[in-house]
């Protein structure tokens, strides 16, 4: 009797758990339903080698915009300037390189300290004038739109110099000897193995394994109530079997492309900024309750400051490598495109009001819906389609984010 009343109480501290983060699991589940479904019905060309690296080259500036707007959106904020800002810093570095012949490298430089100055700016009146971040980025839309009209004349400025281009179109050069991946290519029937691909793959899922153990570890010490053993295991296969699948495709095309390397670096670093640090505590608790937040000794003027100052920052880097991969700059570059990283940053968790939101649900958001992009795309349809689908997905993450603040309130 009493082992079947322990058995119930399990199942319904299990169903009770999935019930709490049903957001983040239900996530997972549909890339992955998405990705098998769009695998069949366009006959294999979704998982090829070559498809999965256009489908990360064409998502890697969407997700460095969208690692910066997680943080506005969560201290309470919106930006809407930053297709604008974007498309603008790739008109100036265009200008620069081509027209001017500055050095790349100080381009680089110049462009990036740019959108630092248009973040500040712009976090500057929202800030500290108060003026709603929705008006203030809106004219920074608009500004920043004419500016690239202005600054290119209307016209496309390129090529770049092939340096300029590997930031976006470059890949790491394999630094295992070529003898090792002619020896493994008859095993993954390929011409050749990328080695540091498939080393990298079963390295970064051997350390989501450890570091998740690692966790449990310490959550069991300290007396804290963790993720169930089934879904702990069920999650954390998914997500090393997908690396290790994705560096596999990789390796048996031209490896590790440089923005993926970009795109992981920064991932890692605003994860641990986000969940590890004091700083990143505080934007949660900005978000959560900016009243709160102030009167507990939290400058929040200063962190909505930054926030907005970090998101022109990755703006201007995703400008970069947009227009890097494009090899020109052209008057309607990044027209739109902050509609899609609003998008991933709502669909992957980001809650409306603000103090919600992870990185890796940001993410996993995003290449949701590149994978929706690019499977529509293979399937022949049209843009009406994808749009009308797009928003529709993005309506049902905000209505389920919704019903679960209902529910638990």
């Known amino acids: 009797m009493a082992l079947a009343e322990n058995t119930g109480d399990a199942k319904q501290g299990i169903g009770a758990y999935l019930l709490a983060n049903l957001r983040e699991y239900g996530l997972l589940a549909a890339l992955v339903v998405i990705m098998i479904f769009f695998q069949v019905v366009t006959d294999g060309v979704l998982l090829k080698p070559v498809n999965i690296t256009n489908l990360l080259l064409q998502n890697s500036y969407i997700i460095i915009m969208a690692l910066g707007m997680l943080i506005v959106i969560v201290a309470g904020h919106i930006d809407l300037s930053v297709g604008s800002v974007m498309g603008f810093v790739g008109a100036l570095a265009a200008v620069m390189i081509v027209q001017l012949g500055v050095n790349w490298l100080l381009t680089i430089l110049v462009c990036l300290g740019v959108g630092a100055v248009i973040g500040a700016a712009q976090g500057y009146w929202v800030a500290y004038w108060k003026i709603p971040s929705f008006i203030v980025t809106l004219a920074g839309m608009l500004v920043f739109r ?9 016209q496309s400025v390129g090529p770049f110099p092939k340096e300029f281009q590997t930031i976006a179109n470059g890949f790491v050069p394999d630094v295992f000897p070529a003898a090792i991946g002619q020896s493994l290519a008859p095993l993954f029937d390929a011409r050749q193995v990328n ?51 994705i560096m596999y495709k990789l390796s048996t095309f031209r490896g590790l492309p440089n923005v993926l390397i970009t795109m992981g670096v920064l991932t890692l670093i605003y994860a641990f900024l986000t969940e590890k640090t004091t700083l990143g505590r505080r934007i ?18 200063r962190l909505t400051f930054l926030a907005f100052l970090n998101m022109g920052i990755l703006a201007a880097a995703a ?13 309607k570059a990044g027209f739109g495109l902050e509609l899609d ?9 980001a809650s409306m ?18 994978v929706l992009n690019n499977g529509m795309s293979i399937m022949g349809l049209g843009i009406d389609y994808q749009q009308m689908i797009k928003g529709l997905v993005l309506l049902a993450a905000v209505i389920f984010d919704v019903y679960n603040k209902s529910r638990q309130g």
Not at 146 to 154: D, I, R, Y
Not at 205 to 213: C, H
């Open 146 to 154: 004419g500016l690239s009209l202005w600054l290119l004349a209307g």
């Open 319 to 331: 400008g970069l490598v947009f227009a890097a991969r494009l090899n020109t700059a052209t008057a």
């Open 341 to 349: 990283v609003i998008a991933a940053v709502f669909i992957g968790g």
């Open 195 to 245: 080695t540091l691909a498939l080393v990298t793959g079963v390295v970064a899922a051997a350390a989501v394994i450890w570091s998740g153990m690692r966790q449990r570890a310490r959550d069991k010490a300290y007396g804290v109530e963790g993720e169930p053993t089934p879904f702990f295991v069920a999650r954390t296969a998914i997500i090393a079997v997908a690396l290790v699948f």
């Open 284 to 301: 949660y608790a900005l978000g959560g309750n900016a009243k709160a937040a102030k009167l507990s000794g939290i400058k929040t003027e």
């Open 353 to 370: 009001s603000g103090g919600v939101g992870k990185i890796m649900g940001v993410v996993v958001g995003a290449f949701l819906m590149g």
